[in-house]
């Protein structure tokens, strides 16, 4: 028997697992809310959400082509005007200062060379940062890229993600370690696979989520393995999902162990 005026201690125990019950129904939902907003936020955060310290320049990635990417646009030399310059142009200039040789199917090239590349004047690039700017442009005209040979002579894979097939995966996206996701996201339409653990986050609750909300398959896909998030695609969209989905991770946590202490204290007062 407890004493007058409070609940037998086992009164004391359900109302605490009532609690933790309620604090942990709380997370779920709030879980569920957080992955939507992830992935709204990878669809469009820039790569400037990444940290600039995480993003890499020139050869860690790609060599440093041999020379400046030039592209004249309405000059004297050029005689090309803005709606006639196709990301097909661009590309051919790309290849003569490029070490690797591009290769695509019938249906790619017919695309590349069907799109205005969109820019509006003529630009420089300079020799460190060329294969970044034309994945760029890749990225933003729905194209993935991949190495496809990284020995001599190398090829560089180019391939629409709005075809058939889709774009590159499986064995030819590189796999990349984490830690290494900012440095690659420099490379917006490279092709990579990434798997992230995360401790306190349904993994398998939040793939089912994401595979209702990602907009373009072909640009991310994640499943899950165990307690891991695999995520492939684009190295931008890649890199962005798992920032968020960490920060998700972190805040969740923060909630769980908030939850925990006000349990624990609640039972303390009861007693």
Do not use: W
């Not at 890229?145 to 391939?159: F, H, V, W, Y």
């Not at 999902?241 to 202490?261: F, K, N, Y």
């Amino acid at each position: 028997m407890g004493q007058p005026g409070k609940d037998p201690p086992d009164h004391t125990f359900r109302r605490a697992r009532r609690k933790d019950r309620s604090v942990r129904k709380e997370l779920k939902t709030m879980q569920t809310h957080q992955i939507i907003l992830a992935v709204g936020l990878a669809s469009c955060l820039p790569l400037s959400a990444i940290p600039e310290g995480r993003c890499a320049r020139g050869g860690d990635v790609f060599p440093a082509a041999s020379g400046a990417l030039v592209i004249e646009i309405d000059g004297a030399e050029a005689g090309v005007s803005i709606s006639e310059l196709s990301l097909g142009d661009v590309l051919r200039a790309f290849e003569g200062v490029a070490e690797h040789a591009l290769f695509m199917n019938e249906e790619t090239r017919g695309r590349v060379d069907s799109v205005a590349v969109g820019l509006s004047r003529s630009l420089t690039v300079e020799s460190e940062e060329v294969y970044s700017f034309v994945s760029g442009l890749l990225y933003e005209h729905d194209f993935t890229m991949a190495e496809i040979r990284d020995t001599s002579p190398k090829l560089l894979g180019i391939q629409d993600a709005r075809g058939a097939g889709g774009g590159f995966g499986g064995p030819q996206a590189t796999v990349v370690e984490e830690q290494h996701l900012g440095t690659f996201a420099h490379y917006p339409a490279l092709s990579i696979t990434t798997t992230v653990a995360f401790s306190g986050f349904d993994v398998r609750g939040g793939v089912n989520a994401l595979r209702v909300m990602v907009p373009d398959p072909s640009r991310l896909r994640i499943v899950a393995v165990g307690g891991s998030f695999v995520a492939s695609g684009c190295a931008r969209d890649v890199a962005n999902i798992v920032e968020v989905l960490r920060s998700i991770e972190a805040a969740t946590g923060a909630l769980l162990t908030a939850g925990d202490e006000s349990c624990s204290e609640g039972a303390s007062a009861e007693k």
